[in-house]
């Protein structure tokens, strides 16, 4: 009996695979492949400037990229990168954009010209209406 608690515990929290995930689905290729992407596809870029250390940024990622509503809108209007700006190519980006605070979210043109800054946690009512502004005024 205690067996069985403990499986229903372990599955309980056991997290959504990545692949059933119905949120923002973030481009797996370089920053120049995002852009020529966004090119191609005639989309601005989403931008998450995030640190691992980050307390905001783990609650994005938790609590308000996962959601299929907030998701449904960025896969359709967004090519959506999400980079670490201690690591790899995000130290030059925190450097271009003048990355001051963690999360900082862009949205970005083909080039990587900046058409939007938003600093801070959004929850995804405010992210949502912050992207909908920003892709009805791009049309």
């Known amino acids: 009996m205690l067996l069985v608690a403990v499986a229903a515990l372990f599955l309980q929290g056991t997290p959504v695979k990545e692949s059933e995930s119905t949120g923002i689905q973030f481009f797996e290729g370089t920053w ?3 852009m020529q992407t966004a ?3 005639n989309k601005l870029i989403f931008l998450d400037a995030y640190a691992s250390w980050c307390g905001p940024c783990k609650l994005l990622k938790r609590n308000v990229f996962p ?3 907030v998701g449904d809108y960025f896969n359709e209007h967004f090519v959506s990168v999400a980079i670490d700006m201690e690591k790899g190519i995000g130290p030059k980006l ?15 043109d083909g080039n990587g010209n900046i058409v939007q800054k938003a600093m801070g ?4 009512n405010q992210l949502l209406q912050l992207a909908k502004s920003i892709a009805h005024s791009d049309t």
């Open 32 to 34: 120049e492949q995002a």
């Open 39 to 41: 090119k191609q596809e």
């Open 67 to 69: 959601q299929s509503e």
């Open 94 to 108: 925190a450097q271009q954009y003048r990355i001051t605070a963690y999360p900082t979210l862009f949205f970005l």
């Open 121 to 124: 946690y959004h929850n995804a």
